[in-house]
């Protein structure tokens, strides 16, 4: 969690840096039109790091979307308890998107996600080595607002400078915590899974270890979760499962997808086929009622909660387990 250091992103504003300076003065002039009079207090440099340097290219030389929080949102904080450089950069890195998207905001349940300049190994462990992301979406009435860990955060204005649109928010915006920090979380109601999960063993390179602990350390997942009242309205089929744990640790491996990050907008989007961790094709329905997604020959479970981000991946809460056993070792070695 990165709570502390996330009252810095407006540090890139009035840094005091060589790099990309006029355009650091300006953007500061900016930030202080909007009322944002708390930037102008803190001087920093971004110049100090690699990682802070890349942010100022970025945000100097390319169309960018930097959200930025209100003074009320930073007052609560300490400012003095941070003062490493390189975690004032990561924290900075995670509130600019390359690209501006907020013309182009989907409309709840639907969402928008934009690759940020988040890409620290000691925060971020997805696929190929690739950025975090974020998730945005607007209501129906055009008020947007950012999806950070269970948390709608408005965005109560939107200003141009330059090259970079400004979208204040009323609130701060933490990095995706890992999987276990989530299902202990009980905005989701994953509670249940996470005993499940920890109670299950996934065997690998000649042993085994905690579903739980293997997922949160994969390197770039998609987990289909079911939430506590799913377990629930399952647990006779779980119980009858204990006594074979090859089947119970495929049903657990085909609410998985390996080796990638499948946001709802490329589930809702793509024609491509996805395959579960233990070899099964998922089939995926949409329709007035929602998202449905169903696993080899499972009943079809709905995404109730989508694109829960997680330091390594995605998850999806839906509302059911899909029961499917079985494996295809061939395609789950080449999915």
Request: net charge neutral; hydrophobic share 40%.
């Amino acid at each position: 969690m990165m709570k502390p250091r996330s009252l810095f992103l407006f540090l890139l504003a009035c840094s005091p840096v060589v790099l990309g300076q006029d355009y650091f003065t300006g953007l500061l002039q900016a930030l202080n039109a909007s009322g944002l009079t708390q930037a102008s207090t803190i001087a920093a440099s971004l110049n100090t790091t690699s990682t802070g340097q890349y942010v100022i290219s970025k945000l100097s030389t390319e169309n960018t979307t930097l959200f930025a929080p209100t003074n009320q949102a930073l007052s609560a904080l300490n400012m003095s308890e941070e003062t490493n450089a390189t975690h004032i950069a990561d924290a900075v890195s995670y509130y600019v998107v390359p690209g501006n998207f907020i013309k182009e905001t989907a409309t709840y349940p639907n969402v928008t996600i934009g690759r940020t300049l988040l890409n620290d190994s000691a925060l971020v462990n997805l696929e190929g080595g690739k950025a975090q992301v974020l998730a945005w979406s607007k209501m129906s009435n055009g008020t947007l607002f950012v999806i950070n860990n269970g948390t709608n955060i408005t965005v109560t204005n939107t200003t141009e400078y330059k090259n970079t649109t400004i979208a204040v928010i009323d609130s701060l915006i933490y990095a995706p915590p890992n999987m276990t920090t989530i299902l202990a979380n009980a905005t989701y109601q994953l509670t249940m899974l996470s005993s499940v999960l920890a109670a299950t063993m996934l065997p690998g390179n000649g042993t085994s270890s905690p579903s739980l602990d293997v997922l949160t350390s994969a390197r770039g997942i998609t987990v289909f979760a079911p939430n506590n009242t799913a377990i629930q309205a399952a647990q006779s089929t779980l119980t009858g499962l204990q006594s074979n744990q090859t089947a119970l640790v495929n049903l657990i491996k085909n609410h998985v997808i390996n080796g990638t990050s499948v946001y709802s907008t490329e589930i809702k989007t793509s024609n491509k086929t996805f395959v579960s961790s233990s070899g099964e094709n998922y089939t995926i329905t949409q329709n007035t009622t929602g998202l449905f997604i169903a696993s080899g020959g499972s009943a079809a479970v709905r995404i109730v909660r989508s694109d829960v981000l997680m330091q390594n991946g995605v998850l999806h809460v839906v509302d059911g387990i899909m029961v499917d056993t079985q494996a295809n070792p061939a395609e789950a070695s080449s999915a």
